[in-house]
């Protein structure tokens, strides 16, 4: 086959695996998991096969026109370099791992069919971003994960948790969807099509009219798919989901898109000083702000949710240092090891009954029950804080030696002041990154107290994943890196020594003081008994999971924090514990800003509907009414009335007629 | 013989059944009267035919054939009627049309046979299946 037809099937399959499961989820249960799982592994396989083909040399550009659509032609069309091989490799890892861990997480789960084909769904969607070479076919993949991240979110929808996040997530994303379509139309009329390659051709002979306008629309659909500030809300919340599909959205797939997006159409936004300006804020913002709050979570979910919102920002602001090779580099690692955590959270949470970093820190004993979990997240949490040898510490040393590099004005790709900007929120973003990954792995693994109870051992399917992405997370960057820029721009992603040792050196400075502060706190837990397990820890995961998010309010006071003395990230972040454990109070300003005035509007509506036109409509029906209630008098049941009447009338009608025909 | 004879016969015929539809309570005499008002207009379709044809205007008979219809339809009519009135006896107990006004406004609460309505036990049943 060529190359082109396995790159169509990459995305085909699982879409077609998604039709299946959904018409055959409740005639032949015995396939809903088959059909979830092969498709998801087919196409990682014929992923990986183009990805050899295409060999990180020429673009595989393929394209064909289904039909004239007037002014733009709309294509079917393939682009496939380098970029996009590798991210569909890690999108066909995440997407089968994911389809594998489900299988044990929800194995008693009745709506699991559903499920399944909806998580296929998302991967093909995936994949068509990935791979598409037009910007309106790109658009279809990109929406499809937005319907399908607000079925998934809300797979629990008993829960009101769940019913919110996942009608804010799709709220939030199409917010930035908007001007999004917007500026894609913007940028299609003025290239006069809608194939990246003619676009970036565009640009390169410097035909874009207004490239600030149309980067600044683009960044608010990639910001808000990416999470970034100020549209990263909806992530947070978006826990209430299952923890597989938490590791979907945060690693792979939803989130990467933005990201991935802004890396495709670099020299649109290059072509724009400010865009460049305004992403690198937006990246330091997201960064800082998303450290700190992480910090402050009690939930598990919730820390690893801020800290993919802050590895995002990571992302985003080696863009706005002009290196997309950086970028989708670090996209790549952080892929891997986001899932495992997520993956390995989803087994602690089940292990622990409880998703409360306060309820484990005084469970003795949980590295124990879950050996497996207990390595893997330490694996990834190391190459989260990015310590050396592990794949976080290549890809984050990267982004910041792009930026240094810009900072000291080696390159003129991006102005030299985003550079410093994201130099400086990186390292502080770094200190913040090991400072959370810290107190995480100390407050789940390090408990104090009753012993953690024993729930058997968790399903092989859970915990074999979990080893399949550790290999990623601990080697890819290592080796990865001196190979990968054939297969990217070119640009060197050797970590530079003066940034390789002050970030090491923040990350290494945050971790030991997060120790201390630990040690400091953790006499306080015994004194402070705290934790609320679930209600049914026999029972599969996912129910675990759920029973664990739903108590989380009532027991502990907020989804997000729990009052809790022996906590390392109060004592560290002192009076601004209470503002970053609700994310800064950013919620409450849209609640304020956005949400009340539409439901003052709403009501204004309903009184206007409730009130006045229906009292219109009323008294026009009035009159009306009255004549017909004196007409229905003369109804009397009696047929004889009737025919006598209609006598009369025929005797009217006849001598009326004979007076008019002899005319008197 | 001339035509007034049986013309003025029929409205004879015609009047008296008008009368016996307006103002009989028997409902099997509302139907008798209504058979004369249809044997009034047979008997001026033929009358009209016979004066029409001699005058060689109709050849064909159209008024006889006519009558032949209508007393085909008048009897399959008369059938249905009297099942109706049978079967309307048999629940109610009575075939007098003044106690027949389920669809008068507002029977339910005011109709004047709603004593008579709900005597018996099968009633209820009954009614309903006569009004469906």
Known sequence: MTTTTLAVLVPLLPFLGAAAGLLLGRTAPGFVRPLAVLPALTSLVLAVLVAVRQGGGQAVNAHTELTPTGSVPIELALHIDGFAALVAILVGVVASCVQIYSTGYLRDDPRYPSYAALVSLFTSAMLLVVYSGDLIVLLVGWEVMGICSYFLVGHYWETPEARAASIKAFLVTKLGDVPFLIGLFALATQAGSFRITTILGTVAHGGLDHPTVIALLLLAGAAGKSAQFPLHTWLPDAMAGPTPVSALIHAATMVAAGVYFIARLLPVFEASQAAMVVLAVMAAVTMVGSGLAALAQDDIKRVLAYSTIGQLGYMTGALAVGDRSAAVFHLLTHGAFKALLFLAAGVIIHAAGTNSLAAMSRLHGLRDRVPDAFWTMTVALLALAAIPPFSGFFSKESVLGAAEHVATGHTERAPGVSGWIILVAGLLAALLTAAYATRLWLLAFNGRGAEAPDHGRQPLTMTVVLWVLAVPSLALGAFAYRSLPDWFDGRDLTPALTTSVVGTGVALIGGIVTYAAWRHTTALAARVPLGAVAAHPESDAGQVEAEAIASHAPAYGGVASAPDPADPGRLLLGPLHRHAAVGFHLDAVYAALFVRPVQAGASLVRFLDREVVETYVRGAGALPGLLGAAVRRAQTGNVQTYVSALLAGTVVLAVAALLVATGA | ?132
């Open chain 2, 1 to 132: 013989m001339h035509l007034a004879y049986p013309a003025v016969l029929a409205a004879l015929l015609f009047c008296t059944g008008l009368y016996g539809v307006l103002a009989r309570r028997n409902a099997i005499l509302v139907l008798m009267s209504v058979e004369l008002m249809l044997n009034a207009v047979n008997l001026n379709l033929v009358a009209f035919d016979v004066w029409l044809s001699k005058a060689a205007r109709d050849t064909l008979h159209s008024g006889q054939a006519l009558t032949l219809f209508t007393i085909a339809i008048a009897a399959a009519e008369i059938g249905i009627g009297l099942a109706i009135v049978l079967a309307v006896h048999r629940n109610r107990g009575t075939s007098d049309i003044d106690k027949l006004r389920d669809t008068a406004e507002g029977h339910e609460t005011v109709g004047p046979d709603s004593d008579a309505l709900t005597a018996g036990p099968a009633d209820g049943a009954g009614k309903a299946e006569a009004t469906a």
